[in-house]
């Protein structure tokens, strides 16, 4: 029998075993962890009745604003705002970006109180600017509502949630954007195989990753983004990273031995995502997203603070309507041709270096700062051209014709806090890489094998600003940088030996050997294993140099 109450607004016919009650009844767990289980495991999943009760309790247990929007306001502005039009007739909100309502198996009715809700929304919330994950979560909710009011009541709590630490769905153009920018960060570390696919189909992987939230909020059938919002409502917006990861993982496994289109990848993601039925279940895509072993919450938060950082430094933070497609194209820049030389590198493998940079530095273009044949074979020069810039990419070219190289994160000038000694710095955004005879990127340690080490927290995150600059309003200049050594507890100092440079070498990546270690003449040069990188030799152990160059990263406004 149906649950009473439950599916007024739910398309019976459509309705498969969703609407059979065949789970348990009642969920008497409060501790978190043991709640943070049991959604994993799809405890309530097959219970329809269980299921909307459990997700009044998460919703009514999130922190909210003082004055956020209930039920009675809903019933009392729901007329004066949709008037005398029928419910499927109804405009959505300019902030849901032309996103539309997914079914979700809803009826005539369910359709329409969608927009109804939204509607009254749009007018409780004028913050609110962008938020094209609004329609699924509304549709989903419904499913799980007595009525439109109470439907209504939650969505508002999820947008009215004041917890800093607990954010759960974007709400301006400047959080989304960097979240996009985010996941981009998180691809090129945890599914590098499908990164490279990405980057070897698309004119431009980002516009690939700027439709992450579709592919959960709208394209994913409806049985498997109810579990994936069982476990949201516990754990909140990491689970959204985790399972899009994964989706991208299966696709990949799927599709890399098919012919794919630039222009059609991501029509073809999300097909797949429609169909996703035929290739995993629900339970299979929620164990291999949580076999991620990602950053923590307050790490990846970090990284999203530099990405908006970085956007509003060039201006983003809203959507230009009429250029937003050609600003996106502008800001996420390949390397151009026509204006790109290197006497190391050619254009389509600088291409390929800039598609593993932070998100946040691929908007930028390439700036050689150091040639050791326009310059001079001096480490002294290297240093003198390259200080003031950060990050920097070091590129090595050997007389055997060998090709690799260094990311490195931080400004060079760090060294002279040594006071002449040689120390390490930098953070765990550095990484090394060969070119020639074959490609291959190192990344930090950690990254791969989290166990080495524990996470610290935030408050420990806090640094203190340096002497000579003011302290800063601005809680993201207040914070240590992302993957900042301080955040984390390392066995020993090995694991986080990134770049040192003194006035007779250059060193990139220490403990066990370097991965990089090069003379003070420019000259001479070694490479082999190192604990910070785990990485094999990036060219012959001992080599010669034949020409040395380092990059920085130009805002193309500057120039």
């Known amino acids: 029998m149906d649950p009473p109450g439950y599916n007024c607004f739910v398309d019976r016919d459509k309705m498969d ?38 997700y009044q309790r998460l919703i009514r247990d999130i922190p909210c604003r003082t004055v956020t929007p209930d039920a009675s306001v809903y019933s009392d502005i729901v007329g004066k705002i949709v008037g005398k039009h029928s419910g499927t007739s109804l405009p959505l909100p300019e902030f849901v970006d032309n996103t539309q309502v997914p079914s979700y198996c809803l009826n005539t009715r369910g359709e329409g109180a969608v927009r109804k809700i939204l509607l009254c929304i749009a007018n409780q919330f004028p913050d609110v600017s962008f938020c094209p994950a ?76 700027a439709d992450w939230q579709r592919w959960l909020f709208g394209e994913l059938p409806l049985s498997y983004f109810a579990r994936v919002f069982d476990v949201f409502l516990v754990e909140g917006y990491k689970v959204l990273y985790r399972v899009a990861l994964a989706i991208l993982k299966f696709f990949h496994k799927v599709r890399a031995g098919q012919p794919l289109e630039s222009d059609s990848v991501k029509q073809d993601i999300r097909a797949f995502v429609r169909d996703i039925a035929k290739t995993v279940s629900p339970e299979k895509l929620l164990e291999k997203a949580f076999a991620i072993r990602l950053f923590s919450r307050k790490e990846i938060q970090l990284l999203q603070m530099a990405n908006e950082k970085a956007l509003k430094q060039k201006g983003i933070t809203v959507k230009q309507k009429s250029v937003s497609l050609s600003k996106r194209q502008f800001v996420h820049l390949a390397v151009h041709a026509e204006n790109f030389h290197s006497e190391i590198v050619s254009v389509k493998e600088m291409r390929d270096i800039w598609s593993w940079v932070p998100e946040r530095f691929a908007l930028c273009q390439p700036l050689l700062l150091f040639s050791s044949l326009q310059h001079g074979y001096s480490l002294t020069r290297f240093y003198f051209q390259c200080e003031g810039h950060e990050p920097t990419l070091l ?21 002279n806090k040594f006071g002449g000694k040689v ?117 012959s152990e001992n080599f010669l140099i034949a020409a040395v160059e380092a990059w920085g990263f130009q805002d193309p406004d500057t120039q």
């Open 134 to 209: 609004l329609p699924a979560v509304v549709a989903l909710l419904l499913h799980y509502s007595t009525d439109e009011a109470q439907c209504f009541e939650n969505a508002c709590r999820i947008l009215a949630c004041n917890d800093p630490s607990r954010k759960l769905v974007d709400q301006s153009f400047l959080a989304f954007e960097s979240s996009c920018m985010t996941f981009g960060d998180l691809v090129n570390k945890y599914c590098q195989a499908a990164h490279k696919l990405m980057v070897a189909v698309s004119e431009d992987v980002l516009q690939v990753y």
């Open 395 to 415: 590129l090595i070219k050997t007389t055997q014709k060998e090709v690799c190289g260094a990311y490195l994160s931080t400004d060079w000038s760090e060294r």
């Open 17 to 54: 075993a969703a609407v059979q009650d065949q789970g348990p009844k009642e969920l008497s767990c409060t501790e978190l962890a043991e709640l943070k289980q049991l959604a994993r495991q799809g405890y309530w999943a097959h219970s329809y009745a269980l299921r909307g009760k459990v």
């Open 423 to 539: 120390g390490f710095f930098g953070t765990g955004e550095c990484f090394v890489f060969r070119l020639q005879p074959e490609v291959q990127r190192y990344e930090w340690v950690v990254i791969k094998h989290p166990e080495l080490t524990k996470p610290v927290s935030l408050e420990a995150v806090a640094a203190p600003s340096p002497p000579c600059r003011p302290m800063s309003s601005d809680p993201a200049d207040r914070l240590s940088p992302f993957l900042a050594t301080r955040h984390f507890n390392l066995p020993s100092k090995t694991e986080s030996m990134f770049m040192a440079g003194g006035n007779d070498c250059l060193i990139i990546g220490g403990g066990g050997g370097q991965a990089l270690y090069i003379d003070g003449d420019l000259n001479r040069g070694r490479t082999g294993h190192c604990d910070t990188f785990n990485n094999q030799p990036l060219c």
